[in-house]
């Protein structure tokens, strides 16, 4: 090999490391920062993955779910013994000889509610703010108000409360319409109250476990029916917050469980919002919830009634229709069969109540009924009740026909008869012992069917004797009974 070779090979070696060294010099860098952007997608993956719709959700609105503590008075007794005078038994032989002492006392009641405008307006459930003196708001940053009753009711359980606030944070209303069962849902609440000793609301989290429930309430004041149902704990303290969708929107008002030990057994129950925004709308408007007024009485077909009247047991059929009743004006009539309302399919009278249970007064309901073997659909617009005193007598009661909200007013079942709203003392209906919710049967020997009839049996006769009907019993009373 020559000389000038060797020089060619050694050259184009040097040249060879240089580009090498040079490479890897460029090349390095941009390794690993491709490394630790990797490495940070990764985390963000994380973190967007930790971040569920879920999260979003309860973080959005969680500052609008406050606690709201009322202060109440109630009515205490107390047997001036304790043994064995403070047993059911004693107490009731031994009360005219020793009374009873009865005073009032304060008591505090805990729930939630959510803040649904920014000027301060807040739902909650009836229940949580029943006989209060006082209302105090809790926010979650601990910032607090005194709060004031805009409108309660009592059959749906809700109420709508005003603080005196601008720029709060609230939560949107969604459409509990368009749930799915199954879907998941995310309950907030403030359980046990203060004794977590926090202002920030609990979240919980399950799904839609039925839609368009009833239960059948302990207390006939309430109506429980069209229901959403969710296995997301609620617990005591719960009552009145919001139930949201992942989207963030509340779907629902949190109103009770079943339970057999107190707490929460995965059967909770909430208020539907579509619902609760018929109400809110009334409430901002009068200030109090109007009657709704429909004037139908109606009961269920049954293989007897449908035999002697030749048609099907579809339907309930319509036994009576208040005078100028917005059933009236819609052309129902006695004898038609109701089969549908809006889109319900009406079999009995429990789909009837059902059907007509939450509506407010402006509702329209659309009717599909039978009439003979004619198919007429038609709409009744809801009308708002106007409650008299009733009619004065010269026996010192007051009386009222009988319609579908006095006998819902003093659960009656009769749809004949008059019923005593008032009762003056020491007048000879007082004498007589007739009692405010009375329904008068016959005055003598005649009977009584509405209040025109009562007047002429009044003006015909001296009055000897009324047979009444009382609770679902019949009483005969005399003068001194």
């Not at 609440?189 to 202002?199: M, R, S, V, Y």
């Not at 009656?412 to 007739?434: C, M, P």
């Amino acid at each position: 090999m020559s000389k000038r070779h060797l020089i060619f090979i050694i050259v184009g070696a040097a040249i060879a490391f240089l580009s090498l060294q040079f490479y890897n010099r460029v090349h390095s860098q941009p390794l690993q920062d491709n490394n630790k952007i990797t490495l940070k997608k990764l985390n963000d993956e994380v973190s967007n993955q930790r971040a569920n719709a879920i999260v979003r959700a309860a973080h959005k609105v969680s500052p609008a779910v406050v606690s709201i503590t009322v202060i109440q008075t109630t009515t205490v007794s107390t047997a001036p013994f304790l043994s064995p005078f403070s047993d059911d038994f004693f107490r009731d032989f031994f009360r005219d000889f020793f009374p009873e002492y009865y005073y009032k006392k304060k008591i505090k009641n805990l729930g939630t509610g959510v803040i649904i405008s920014p000027d301060g307006y807040i739902l909650t459930n009836e229940h949580v703010i029943t006989n209060a003196q006082d209302i105090h708001i809790t926010l979650p940053d601990t910032r607090e108000f005194k709060g004031r009753i805009v409108a309660a009711d009592r059959i749906h359980d809700l109420a709508l409360i005003k603080i005196n606030g601008k720029d709060l944070p609230y939560a949107a209303l969604g459409n509990s319409d368009d749930l799915m069962i199954g879907e998941w849902v995310i309950a907030l609440g403030n359980p046990f109250g203060f004794l977590l000793e926090d202002t920030r609301p609990t979240v919980t989290v399950g799904v839609v476990s039925a839609l368009n429930r009833s239960i059948k309430s302990t207390n006939t004041e309430r109506i429980y029916k069209n229901m959403i149902q969710t296995d997301a704990a609620i617990n005591p303290g719960n009552s009145g917050g919001p139930l949201v969708n992942i989207l963030g929107q509340v779907i629902g008002i949190n109103t009770f469980i079943l339970t057999s030990g107190g707490g929460s057994e995965g059967i909770g129950f909430a208020r539907p919002i579509n619902v609760v925004k018929k109400f809110i709308a009334e409430a901002k408007k009068y200030q109090t919830i109007r009657i709704p007024w429909i004037g139908i009485w109606t009961q269920d077909i049954t293989p007897a009634i449908a035999r002697a009247m030749g048609i099907s047991t579809r339907g309930v059929l319509v036994s009576n229709v208040d005078p100028e009743s917005p059933a009236e004006n819609a052309g129902i009539k006695e004898g038609d069969r109701i089969i549908k309302v809006d889109d319900s399919n009406i079999n009995n009278v429990a789909n009837w109540r059902e059907a007509t249970s939450t509506i407010f007064v402006d509702d329209t309901l659309r009717i599909v009924l039978l009439r003979n073997n004619d198919t007429i659909k038609t709409k009744i617009i809801v009308s708002a009740y106007k409650e008299s005193p009733g009619l004065p007598t010269d026996l010192g009661i007051y009386i009222e026909d009988i319609n579908t909200q006095i006998a819902r007013k003093y659960n009656l079942t009769y749809s004949e008869g008059v019923v005593v709203t008032k009762v003056e003392k020491n007048g000879i209906g007082e004498k007589f012992g007739i009692l405010p919710g009375d329904i008068i049967l016959f005055v003598d020997n005649k009977r009584i069917r509405n209040k025109e009839d009562f007047k002429r049996a009044i003006k015909k006769t001296r009055v000897l004797s009324f047979i009444i009907n009382r609770g679902g019993f019949i009483i005969h009373l005399y003068p001194g009974y």
